[in-house]
């Protein structure tokens, strides 16, 4: 950890306190977003501090600083560290819950500028494992601090992927995509959180003139998908190559998920900020 933005100041990681009375701590009340950057940059902003607000809403966190002041604040820190890193942005429930309103009226601001560590070149070609679980997450739409759910992973495998009564949704911290037909099939916004890097992808694919289905995969086509990727603003497009026992298409990252990995890549400086 390099920086702490809290009590609004930068503080040093070590000086950095949350005191035992904020219910992030004593109820896990607390939504955050997790931000990449490039050349000092700072990828999808706008989108992630939107996502930020409407997770907090509907936590019932209220008062938030506004966007503006949150953007001011994580440019500054950036600058301040003066390379890439990764930014975790909090809004915790604070000390008080207001029982007439049912808010949390007092949310705390703080931000974490930590050292961005990147998914290697090693694990991108050779792709990864996902561990299936049998449930979802509870409120698709926040980006809530508990993520106990996601801590099952059985050794070797890289991260959770929630698949509720036959279907899946998505990956523990990540949006997962699934190829079947030369279709690209992800999980609609009603049953996921809406992420970043996801609407990227759909937005490449169908320039691409790849088709798009906004459904949620199902466990039974998996046998007969040909590729399979997941995504996330730090780990970008990342293969995978099994699903618990299921080796997806021929056990290697696919010619699609390469391609849009590729134009993500090329095109990323059309969403820094
Ligand atoms: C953070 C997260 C993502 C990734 O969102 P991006 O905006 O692409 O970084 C996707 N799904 C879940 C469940 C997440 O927690």
């Given at each position: 950890?390099?920086?702490?933005?809290?009590?609004?100041?930068?503080?040093?990681?070590?000086?950095?306190?949350?005191?035992?009375?904020?219910?992030?701590?004593?109820?896990?009340?607390?939504?955050?977003?997790?931000?990449?950057?490039?050349?000092?940059?700072?990828?999808?902003?706008?989108?992630?501090?939107?996502?930020?607000?409407?997770?907090?809403?509907?936590c019932g966190i209220i008062n938030l600083p506004d966007v503006e002041f949150m953007k001011k604040i994580i440019h500054e820190g950036v600058l301040k560290i003066n390379?890439?890193?990764?930014?975790?942005?909090?809004?915790?429930?604070?000390?008080?819950?207001d029982e007439a309103t049912g808010k949390f009226t007092n949310p705390r601001f703080f931000v974490i500028f930590e050292a961005q560590d990147v998914v290697s070149n090693e694990t991108r070609s050779k792709g990864v494992i996902l561990d299936p679980v049998p449930y979802g997450r509870d409120d698709p739409n926040v980006k809530s601090v508990d993520y106990r759910k996601t801590y099952q992973n059985h050794s070797g495998t890289f991260e959770t992927l929630y698949c509720p009564d036959g279907e899946i949704t998505e990956a523990g911290h990540s949006t997962f995509f699934l190829i079947v037909n030369n279709i690209l099939i992800t999980a609609p916004l009603n049953r996921v959180l809406k992420g970043t890097t996801r609407a990227a992808i759909i937005e490449l694919a169908k320039s691409e003139n790849i088709k798009v289905e906004e459904r949620c995969p199902l466990w039974s086509e998996l046998a007969g998908a040909s590729e399979a990727f997941i995504t996330g603003s730090v780990k970008k497009v990342v293969p995978v190559v099994k699903i618990g026992g299921i080796v997806i298409g021929n056990g290697k990252p696919g010619t699609i998920t390469q391609k849009l990995s590729n134009l993500y890549d090329k095109y990323i400086s059309r969403w820094l900020e």
């Open positions: 950890m390099y920086l702490c933005y809290i009590d609004g100041e930068f503080k040093k990681p070590e000086d950095a306190k949350l005191p035992i009375s904020d219910l992030i701590i004593q109820r896990g009340v607390g939504v955050f977003e997790v931000m990449a950057t490039h050349d000092l940059k700072i990828l999808m902003l706008t989108p992630h501090l939107e996502r930020f607000k409407n997770s907090a809403e509907s390379k890439d890193v990764r930014v975790k942005a909090y809004l915790s429930g604070g000390d008080v819950f």
